[in-house]
């Protein structure tokens, strides 16, 4: 297993961290198989979007601020940070990547995101292989 260590910035953010996986990827004997990307946090998550256009990024932000409020009356967590824990929980804390010849099999627009939602943080991202 692999880790990679991401310094959030903003209070809630998107990062891209394809160059970053794939460095640690062409660094290792993963040739052909299936790669897992794993974050090990309860207010952070991770997702695979569109990395061409960083507009598309701040939109999903956007979104997400809409669907999820900061504050609701009926919000329980006494941290006070329970939009973070639902954003992370909508778009999860893994995702799977097939990996042919060393090289991830990405679309051409898409990139892997760590989704910051209660930062500025150090945040973890566990790599995982298994060969075919
Ligand atoms: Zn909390």
């Given amino acids: 297993m692999e880790t990679i260590n991401v310094r959030t910035r903003e209070h809630a953010q998107l990062i891209d961290i394809t ?3 794939q ?5 290792s004997n993963m040739t052909t198989g299936i790669l897992t990307v794993f974050v090990p946090h309860t207010t952070a998550g991770i997702t695979i979007n569109e990395s061409a256009d960083p507009s ?9 601020d809409r669907l999820v409020p900061w504050r609701e009356p009926y919000y329980q967590h006494m941290e006070g940070n329970t939009a973070s824990h639902v954003k992370a929980s ?8 097939i990996v042919e010849d060393g090289g991830m099999k990405l679309g051409t627009w898409q990139g892997i995101f760590l989704c910051e939602f209660d930062g500025p943080r150090t945040r973890k991202v ?3 292989f298994q060969s075919n």
Avoid: N, P, T
Avoid at 56 to 64: M, N, T
Avoid at 90 to 97: D, E, N, P, Q
């Fill in 19 to 21: 160059r970053e996986i």
């Fill in 23 to 27: 460095e640690l990827l062409s660094k």
């Fill in 56 to 64: 598309v990024a701040r939109d999903i932000l956007a979104v997400l």
């Fill in 90 to 97: 909508l778009v999860g804390s893994s995702v799977r990547v």
């Fill in 126 to 128: 566990y790599m995982a």
